[in-house]
């Protein structure tokens, strides 16, 4: 017998963002400003810092032509490193994220005109690696605004800024010399190399480590340029799903109405059942008709900051907060998903 009431204390769905740093930015990253000086971490001066990279960079086969042409002219970002500290404010309330950033009708719209524009090599993709287009083209959307938005920083210099200043300095420089071997086998110019503070690329904003192991050369061009090529960048995503395990033809989840007596601050959102039991329970979709009688187990999402609004969650939104974490965003991902196609 499963119980009507559920007990356990809230919590997100258990995603997996080893291979992204920790609060990966998304979407909108902010393009460099003039900002009041913040004091390092590190005590060691920033060109000595500079120096013990480059050496270790050439031990590791990084030519020297590379290394003089990704170093000239960096120099500590006090933005990159305010901005690094400023991730641990709290963010927006799950509505104004949802319908003021994420899901906004112009996003919704150019999403539509893009998903038929690209109809072609979205389907060619899907041939080859099983992932939606739907949520390609999502990801696409939210993490750049379809391409438009790829970050304004030189991410060599956020890179170096952030393993120098000292706070996670160890994750920033394996990611550093990910992007040294980026610029050393042709993939990108130094002056191309551009992204968000943290140092996420191009137009899927991948960090140079997921580069290395995720991104393709879609169009064939003997490059894997997730910057300018449009098939090289949708190409990538999709190929990130599929490595994360996203299952063909399963939905991310739905947005339900619970039975009455459901109660939002004892939810159990760990446990996960076949959707034939929410039904039996009382679930019922968005629009109050009875849940499918089949379906793949499903688990109790809420969002974070939300005010109410609940979703049974499958497999697949797992997959899509492993490219970032937080439970919002995975949601905001399906939700322009089943819009744009």
């Not at 919704?108 to 979205?122: F, K, P, S, V």
């Not at 990611?175 to 040294?180: G, N, R, S, T, W």
């Not at 395990?245 to 109660?263: I, K, L, N, Q, Y």
Request: include cysteine; proline fraction near 8%; glycine fraction near 10%.
């Amino acid at each position: 017998m499963i119980p009507r009431r559920l007990f356990l204390a809230a919590a997100p769905l258990a995603g997996c963002a080893a291979a992204n740093p920790p609060a990966a930015p998304v979407a909108t990253a902010p393009a460099p400003e003039p900002a009041p000086m913040v004091e390092p971490v590190s005590s060691v001066p920033f060109d000595r810092f500079v120096e013990g990279v480059k050496t270790e960079a050439r031990r590791r086969g990084v030519s020297q032509t590379t290394l003089a042409a990704a170093f000239a002219g960096v120099r500590p970002n006090s933005r990159v490193i305010e901005l690094d500290r400023r991730q641990a404010e709290g963010g927006l309330p799950w509505e104004d994220y949802r319908d003021r950033i994420m899901v906004t009708p112009t996003r919704i719209q150019n999403g539509q005109r893009l998903y038929r524009e690209n109809a072609e090599l979205l389907r060619r993709i899907e041939g080859r690696y099983r992932v939606s287009p739907r949520v390609i083209v999502a990801i696409w959307g939210v993490e750049t605004n379809f391409g438009g938005n790829t970050g304004g920083f030189g991410v060599v210099e956020a890179l170096a800024t952030l393993a120098w200043e000292g706070r996670r300095a160890s994750y920033f420089r394996n990611e550093l010399f990910a992007a040294l071997k980026i610029l050393e086998d042709g993939h990108i110019r130094p002056d191309r190399m551009r992204g968000s503070w943290a140092g996420a690329m191009g137009q899927p904003q991948f960090m140079p480590s997921n580069f290395e192991r995720l991104a393709v050369d879609f169009d064939g061009d003997g490059r894997r340029d997730i910057w300018d090529s449009r098939a090289d960048a949708l190409g990538s995503i999709a190929h990130y799903f599929q490595r994360n395990g996203w299952r063909d033809g399963e939905p991310w989840g739905r947005e339900v109405r619970p039975p009455p007596g459901f109660s939002l601050s004892g939810a159990d959102t760990e446990s996960r059942r076949p959707l034939r039991d929410f039904a039996r329970m009382g679930f019922r979709d968005a629009n109050g008709n009875p849940l499918p009688a089949d379906g793949p187990e499903a688990s109790i999402v809420l969002p974070s900051r939300g005010s109410g609004q609940v979703f049974l969650g499958h497999h697949n939104l797992r997959v899509i907060r492993r490219y970032n974490s937080p439970v919002n965003y995975g949601l905001a991902v399906g939700l322009l998903s089943d819009r744009v196609g």
